[in-house]
């Protein structure tokens, strides 16, 4: 398997967050782990200095390169939070992400399922949990591993 740019670390998590400037993203992040972990029922690992991953998949590009991947994740960054979504495929689950991202609150979005939000405050978290509900189905019937 070729070496992906980001994959696991040995890094601790907690030692992460702890260190994520500005204070407003590192008192967010926690936020965000208990939501992931809840959903996913799995402990995160860091993946690369700066994005924190929740589970793990093995993927193919039309390349042949082969790659490890996280399933879902988020990294605290300065200017916004990036969360790592899988986006849905057409079999009904787009339209229902389409949905909850219309109730999320104040957010953007970025190419391959990325969701950037300013701040925990700016956002329905019930909403995100349910996105991250259908993201984490929808990688599994995605990615079966």
């Known amino acids: ?46 993946w690369g200095p700066t994005i924190i991953g929740y589970g793990e998949y093995n ?4 390349s042949g390169r082969k790659v490890r991947c996280c399933r879902l994740g988020f990294s605290p960054r300065k200017a916004k939070h990036s969360l790592y979504l899988l986006p849905c495929d057409d079999d009904g689950s787009k339209e229902e992400f389409d949905a909850l991202l219309a109730r999320l609150g104040k957010h953007s979005l970025g190419q391959g399922g990325c ?31």
């Open 1 to 46: 398997m070729a070496e992906a740019k980001t994959k696991p670390t040995q890094a601790s998590v907690e030692d992460f967050i702890a260190a994520v400037e500005p204070a407003s993203k590192r008192e967010d992040a926690p936020v965000l782990d208990a939501l992931f972990r809840k959903v996913t029922g799995v402990a995160p690992e860091m």
């Open 59 to 62: 993927t193919v590009y039309d």
């Open 115 to 145: 969701l950037y939000v300013n701040k925990a405050a700016d956002i329905d978290l019930g909403v995100l949990e349910e996105m991250i509900v259908l993201a984490w189905k929808n990688s599994f019937a995605r990615y079966p591993d």
